[in-house]
DNA sequence: TTGCGCTATGTACGTTTGTACGCATAAATC
DNA sequence: GATTTATGCGTACAAACGTACATAGCGCAA
């Protein structure tokens, strides 16, 4: 119902186009999987000519890696809110059972997206960057409040308990990973 | 050189090639990743002729399947053996350790298809199965030594641990896994 | 208003894909 | 040895793929 969206074939000068684009593609990729991801999907997801996809990005990989890594900014962001919130020590334990119980469980679509990327920095490997950065931000983040080694085993215990909440509904409860979360920052 | 492969076009009552399908399916998707897994692929990796692969399985994603369900039972055995031998609670500990330090960094191969794995269930929600199984198996093999809150908490750490250690080489030391360990175990 | 130059796109091409199916061929029976 | 039966495979086909490229369309200078 946007003015730009009524008129029918006037799509010169839309300059979010690009963003809308690499959104597309990450809600392909939810769907699909990378496998299933294609130029023409995204095209269509994205509401945009098959010609757009050549010629605002290199390939189809390239496209990739661009939502992945939007993906994963996105999320080190708000995980970085998170923690800067919390004010004691207490409130950043809270925190981390936040994380691993309410986040990621809830969000099907996220697990999705950041499972696809696991599988595809593992078999692309000039892609490890995505990963790396992410985890650099995690690890800043938690080390806001604990020591680098029990912010390593936080972040470890985060990605394992999120996969296994993911995956077995009824996995960690929130009381278990209070307790998990006491122990390790003991 | 085995008598089966030197004589050409002499393929009939060849019992263990279902089998090597399923294996040569394996050696593809952690070379290609199930988006470059295709039957042509396979048929060549596993040296048997294309036709061979609709014949012995219904689709591709049956034959993927399958496959990861062989690569899930393989390692839940030996991850049931490695806890079959502790006989106390500290070589059980040791044996956690082990596994988060040891197999899977060390091989690269297994941690991809891994990867690949969770993806392809994470869209794929009728495979689930194959997940909840291989779970439950690791599950019973903690809980021979620990309670099943500490076998919980065990598996999500081995879980973000091994990851961690795959996308970052210098992730999780030795004996920072071992101290790790000793405060969930406590 | 007119013409120019750059941005954006419709379309076409060569490959590769999953799958179906008719036929060759080995095992079984007499 | 001849005939039947069922198992296994070579091949063909339509659909979908990534990408290249000629050209259409718009802003801007004059």
């Known amino acids: 119902m946007t003015a730009?969206?009524?008129?029918?074939?006037?799509?010169?000068?839309d300059p979010d186009r690009k963003e809308r684009i690499i959104e597309a593609t990450l809600e392909v990729i939810a769907v699909q999987g990378v496998s299933g991801t294609t130029h023409r999907r995204i095209a269509e997801a994205a509401d945009v000519p098959l010609?757009?996809?050549?010629?605002?990005?290199?390939?189809?990989?390239d496209l990739i890696e661009q939502a992945f890594l939007k993906l994963t900014q996105e999320i080190a962001h708000h995980f970085d809110d998170a923690f800067r919130k919390a004010q004691t020590?207490?409130?950043?334990r809270e925190a981390v059972v936040e994380v691993i119980c309410g986040w990621f469980a809830v969000t099907e679509r996220k697990m999705t997206l950041i499972?696809?990327?696991y599988a595809?920095?593992?078999?692309?490997?000039?892609t490890r960057h995505v990963m790396t950065?992410?985890?650099?931000?995690s690890r800043q983040a938690l080390e806001r409040h604990f020591s680098p080694d029990v912010a390593a085993s936080l972040d470890a215990m985060i990605e394992g308990a999120s996969?296994?909440?993911?995956?077995h509904p009824d996995g960690i409860s929130r009381e278990a990973a209070r307790l998990i979360v006491a122990k390790l920052t003991a």
């Open 4 to 13: 730009d969206k009524s008129s029918s074939g006037n799509r010169r000068y």
């Open 89 to 92: 020590v207490d409130e950043a």
């Open 120 to 126: 595809y920095v593992a078999r692309n490997p000039q």
């Open 115 to 117: 499972l696809e990327l």
């Open 51 to 61: 010609g757009s996809m050549t010629y605002h990005f290199a390939s189809l990989d």
């Open 163 to 167: 996969i296994h909440n993911f995956m």
């Open 133 to 137: 950065g992410w985890m650099a931000k």
